[in-house]
């Protein structure tokens, strides 16, 4: 469930304001935070699948458009075929381009690691190889930086920016980005991430900390 988060979501936003939502915010932003870590320790490959369809279902939607498609296929996450899948979404937005995009993915995931997602994403030493191997393969469709970032956030890797357009605009009004526009390749994407740390470090608010942060002052709530 989210986790509810009062403040001012409207006009732009400034350091002070900012500073001081986080004093108020801080023990709903670390208990969310600490439920991902909690899926990373015990949650199964199943789990772990689960939250990568609700990346590729919330993708260009919202968080809550993911969670009710999710719902829709989790009894057949595993086993359903592409019609089944489909079926499943009928009525949800994209229905069926999502549908295949899971199918794809979880077809591939089958041929690559067996489905054991988990082992495969904790086998990577390197954080950007991690969430390349989300991202830039081409196998694994519905996904790009943005997507792959939330996933690994949502089972409990940290360090990876959710560079959505609430967190563009906020930073472009804090002064650390010229624009709020979307990056369009990988390495923009990763440029602006460097930004936003090198922010968090400058404020005193751990990066993932912050990102709910910013999330939260756009939309009223602590969410996935």
Same mark, same amino acid.
């Given at each position: 469930m989210p986790l509810k988060a009062t403040g001012n979501s409207e006009g732009p936003l400034s350091l002070e304001r900012l500073?001081?939502?986080?004093?108020? @915010?801080k023990p709903a932003? +670390?208990? +969310?935070?600490?439920?991902?870590?909690?899926?990373?320790?015990?949650?199964?490959?199943? !789990?772990? $699948?689960?939250? $990568? &369809?609700?990346?590729i279902f919330a993708a260009g939607t919202s968080a809550r458009q993911g969670m009710q498609c999710v719902e829709k296929v989790r009894p057949i996450l595993l086993t359903g075929d592409r019609e089944e899948l489909r079926e499943a979404l009928r009525g949800q937005r994209f229905y069926?381009? +999502?549908?295949?995009? $899971?199918? &794809?993915?979880?077809?591939?995931?089958k041929e690559c690691c067996d489905l054991r997602l988990k082992e495969k994403l904790?086998?990577?030493?390197? #954080?950007?190889?991690?969430?390349?191997?989300?991202?830039?393969? #081409? +196998?694994?469709?519905?996904?790009?930086? @943005?997507? &792959?970032?939330?996933y690994l956030r949502n089972v409990g890797f940290k360090g990876y920016a959710i560079l959505d357009k609430h967190i563009l605009r906020g930073l472009h009004e804090l002064g650390v980005l010229d624009?709020?526009?979307?990056?369009? @390749?990988?390495?923009?994407? !990763?440029?602006?991430?460097t930004k936003?740390?090198?922010f968090s470090r400058e404020v005193g608010i751990d990066a993932d900390e912050l990102d709910l942060l910013l999330w939260s002052e756009r939309t009223g709530e602590i969410l996935k």
């Open positions: 500073c001081s939502s986080y004093v108020e @915010k932003i +670390r208990e +969310r935070l600490r439920e991902f870590e909690e899926v990373g320790r015990v949650g199964d490959d199943a !789990r772990f $699948l689960e939250e $990568l &369809a609700f990346c069926n381009v +999502r549908s295949g995009f $899971l199918h &794809a993915t979880r077809e591939y995931l904790f086998g990577f030493e390197d #954080p950007q190889e991690r969430r390349d191997w989300l991202a830039l393969n #081409p +196998r694994i469709v519905g996904i790009g930086m @943005k997507e &792959a970032s939330h624009t709020p526009n979307p990056p369009g @390749k990988p390495d923009r994407y !990763r440029e602006i991430e936003l740390h090198a």
